[in-house]
């Protein structure tokens, strides 16, 4: 079993940044690839990004592609979603979720166990 628990969420203007963290708890976090996934209002959820056990790989969504940065500490259980330049259309709840996939997944199907999510609004 694993608990995720999203921060950082918040307001912030177009062109403003923010760092989300997900501080994971329970059974080996090193082991699982941890990714990143927001709702917007009225849509269904999207993959935002992913990184692997060990964090030597990653992968982006077209959208944030240049703009976020996944990023993970084992040492403190814990994965940051590091979104700079936003946009309006990052309005979204974003939620962390851990996977036991070897690979880089990108369908939330594939993943085991999720964080509450925690709000990020972004005003024009």
């Known amino acids: 079993q694993v608990q995720l628990v999203e921060s950082g969420g918040g307001l912030v203007q177009a062109g403003g940044s923010l760092r989300l963290s997900c501080a994971a708890s329970g059974r080996t976090f090193s082991s699982y690839a941890m990714g990143w996934f927001r709702q917007p209002p009225g849509k269904e959820r999207e993959f935002v990004a992913v990184i692997s056990w060990g964090g030597g790989s990653t992968y982006y969504a077209n959208s944030v592609k240049g703009r976020f940065t996944i990023s993970r500490d084992d040492a403190k259980n814990t994965v940051y979603l590091q979104m700079n330049s936003l946009k309006p259309e990052d309005t979204a709840v974003y939620y962390c979720?851990?996977?036991?996939?070897?690979?880089?997944?990108?369908?939330?199907?594939?993943?085991?166990?999720w964080g509450q999510g925690t709000q990020v609004t972004v005003s024009s």
């Open positions: 979720a851990s996977s036991s996939s070897p690979f880089l997944p990108v369908v939330a199907d594939t993943y085991d166990y």
